[in-house]
């Protein structure tokens, strides 16, 4: 216990065992990830019907009279285009906003996954629209689509400032590309990825000048409007002001840099009215260091102990673990103390908040060891009920271990250590030895089909991981995985 | 998403569709009818005295607009001491629609021009054509010519007003 960050309150956050007679802790974390799961459906019929309202009001305001000529209906089509690409564009910012309401139904990676996944679609509808509309204006004044391009950028004023939005875009999803993102450093993706600011900014105009959106008397008007300034809001909010608001709140500054073993190691913090961030172990944050050459970085890093708050004799105390991955990471080892943290976050659903049974199994690797101990911490479980299965390729990969050891003692723990070189073939993710001998997942969890999985490590170790739980009967609503190098 | 979830989300998407496209249909026929009651606003000489007065009736056809394409047709009538005549314009397509105005000149002078047929391909074409007319009108009265300014924001619109008039102007060989 001597190597825990907080020896004393970790005792006293213990739940304490449900008196007799009452009905067992399962009905909350059924009804929990029940919960959950419905908000999740919820948000996702919002976004689909958000796109299917924007056609619906297009036509109750007359759009469908446009399909009686050729020209017409290359148009209408065209707007339709038009519609569902920047509707799509603007669900793309809101899955990006990290707003509370989405990040604790799906999670803060599953919203990005699905904004990646929305970025070509969205692209190619816009590009569609340029086509489409070129071709029904050209017609309807017997010009080709280029020459009506070409007259529509020279004569029509707004319109020189939608086809730089439309480069904009095409430069921001290209630029997103798998492999043309790996070409270049994280920040220059950054960088133009901003721009999808002024691309959605020269996009605007046109549509109040030329196109319908914002036309007196259309209920579009009112829909685009909401849905403009309800998006320029909830960024604000919560990317902008949120961030600022709980960097001050918690006034964070470095105490202590520990290091854990040769490329890891541990930066102590110490803040502010840290009990509102009471179940934040396990979850992550973003953090920017405020020193020269530092500030404008900022790292996900998950807490690796639950926060501890303080009192009037001492200031509460906050942890992450990092591990030596990058250049970035290499100058936070030598941050000096007294260093002020700005932070963004909690985000992420790797916390009790994704429930949804009585039994728990944690499966870590690596760096990704250091979330399930801060989980691990505070997530009520019953004593016996908990298993945690740790892999490295010897004792000094279990980072953490000590304190890990610790909390399966005194929380009633089934621990076990996976060590030892890896293994190839169905079971990955086991140590040769031990998948050669025959032995897997069902070796060490009795009953994982009922229990809720936490998953951290290296992706490639995680899939395999993934596949041997979800072989083992774990249906996806019990399966918690958070990826942590994206 | 969940099966239960994504039907109801299918279903829901249909009947909004549905209502929408219900509704605009409404809108749609609204919108013919307008363009009939500002096609159909004849003027003859004698009338014109008054100012704009757009009130033909939306029943009262589509025989106005038969003398289209190429050189604009005059219909001059006289009343009394003084000779009003009026001279449509030729058709100008635009990608947001058809435009014609038609000019009434009295006395050697232009004391009226009346849109036959405004930019209105899209709703917000006919709100842009119904800002920019009053202004062109008063304009063109003013200077007596074709030879304005065309209206911000709506500049082919303006173009293709002033092109209709000049068309117009020709044939009366103002």
């Given amino acids: 216990m001597t190597s825990l960050l907080n020896p004393d309150t970790s005792a006293d956050s213990m739940p304490a065992p449900p008196p007799a007679g009452r009905p067992p802790a399962v009905d909350r974390f059924r009804t929990q990830s029940r919960r959950r799961l419905a908000r999740a459906d919820l948000l996702g019929a919002v976004g689909w019907l958000s796109g299917v309202a924007a056609v619906a009001l297009w036509l109750a305001d007359g759009g469908a009279s446009g399909f009686s000529s050729f020209a017409g209906t290359m148009t ?262 007294g260093t002020k943290v700005a932070i963004e976050g909690p985000y992420g659903l790797f916390s009790t908040a994704a429930r949804s049974r009585d039994d728990v199994v944690m499966i870590g690797a690596g760096i990704g060891i250091t979330p399930l101990r801060s989980l691990l911490e505070t997530t009520p479980f019953e004593p016996g009920h908990a298993t945690v299965l740790i892999r490295g390729h010897d004792e000094s990969e279990l980072f953490l271990g000590q304190e890990i050891m610790a909390l399966c003692q005194a929380r009633g723990v089934t621990l076990f250590h996976l060590l030892g070189p890896r293994s190839h073939g169905d079971h990955a993710w086991l140590p040769r030895d031990v998948a050669q001998a025959g032995f897997g997942l069902h070796s060490y969890v009795q009953g994982i089909a009922d229990a809720d999985v936490y998953v951290c490590g290296p992706s490639p170790w995680a899939a395999s991981v993934i596949r041997d739980v979800e072989l083992a009967g774990v249906p996806a609503e019990q399966l918690h995985y958070e990826r942590f190098d994206w | 998403m969940r099966i239960r979830a994504a039907l109801a989300t299918a279903v829901a998407s249909a009947g909004i569709l549905l209502a929408g496209w219900q509704s605009g249909a409404h809108i749609a026929e609204t919108g013919a009818a307008t363009t009939t009651s500002l096609s159909s606003s004849t003027k003859s000489g004698g009338t014109s005295s008054g100012g704009g007065t757009n009130t033909g009736s939306p029943s009262s056809g589509t025989g106005s607009s038969s003398g289209n394409t190429g050189t604009g047709s005059s219909s001059g009538t006289s009343t009394g001491s003084t000779t009003a005549a009026t001279f449509d314009g030729t058709q100008v397509q635009t990608r947001f629609g058809t435009v014609q105005v038609r000019v009434t000149i009295q006395d050697g002078k232009i004391t009226e021009v009346t849109p036959l047929q405004l930019t209105d391909a899209e709703r917000k074409s006919a709100q842009i054509s119904s800002r920019a007319a009053p202004v062109l009108r008063s304009e063109v009265l003013q200077a007596q010519s074709a030879n304005v300014q065309t209206i911000g924001g709506a500049t082919v619109t303006s173009d293709a007003y002033l092109t209709s008039l000049q068309a117009a102007l020709d044939a009366a060989n103002f």
């Fill in chain 1, 76 to 337: 209408a089509l065209g707007i339709v285009a038009g519609l569902i690409g920047m509707d799509l564009v603007l669900l793309m910012l809101l899955l990006a906003a990290r707003i509370p309401v989405v990040d604790n139904a799906i999670g803060h990676d599953r919203a990005l996954e699905i904004h990646k996944s929305l970025g070509k679609p969205a692209l190619y509808l816009l590009l569609a629209h340029g086509l489409f509309v070129a071709i029904g204006y050209g017609a309807a004044e017997g010009l080709d689509p280029l020459s009506e391009s070409i007259s529509l950028w020279i004569n029509v004023p707004d319109m020189w400032l939608a086809f730089v939005s439309m480069a904009l875009f095409i430069a921001v999803v290209v630029t997103s590309l798998v492999a043309v993102r790996r070409k270049f450093p994280y920040e220059f993706w950054y960088v133009v990825h901003l721009l999808t600011y002024a691309a959605v900014g020269t996009a605007i105009p046109h549509q109040f000048s030329v196109g319908g959106l914002f036309a007196e008397g259309t209920w579009q008007r009112w829909y685009w409007l909401a849905l403009c300034i309800g998006t320029g809001l909830a960024l604000a909010w919560f990317r902008v002001y949120q961030p600022l608001a709980a960097s001050f709140r918690h006034q964070l500054t470095v105490s202590r840099v520990v290091r854990v073993s040769p490329d890891v190691f541990s930066i102590e913090m110490t803040g502010r009215n840290l009990e509102r961030l009471s179940g934040a172990g396990g979850r992550f944050f973003l953090w920017r260091f405020l020193a020269p050459g530092q500030w404008w970085q900022s790292h996900p890093f998950s807490l690796s102990a639950e926060p501890v708050p303080g009192d009037r004799n001492r200031p509460g105390k906050l942890r992450i673990t990092v591990r030596n991955l990058g250049e970035g990471s290499a100058r936070l080892a030598r941050i000096r103390p």
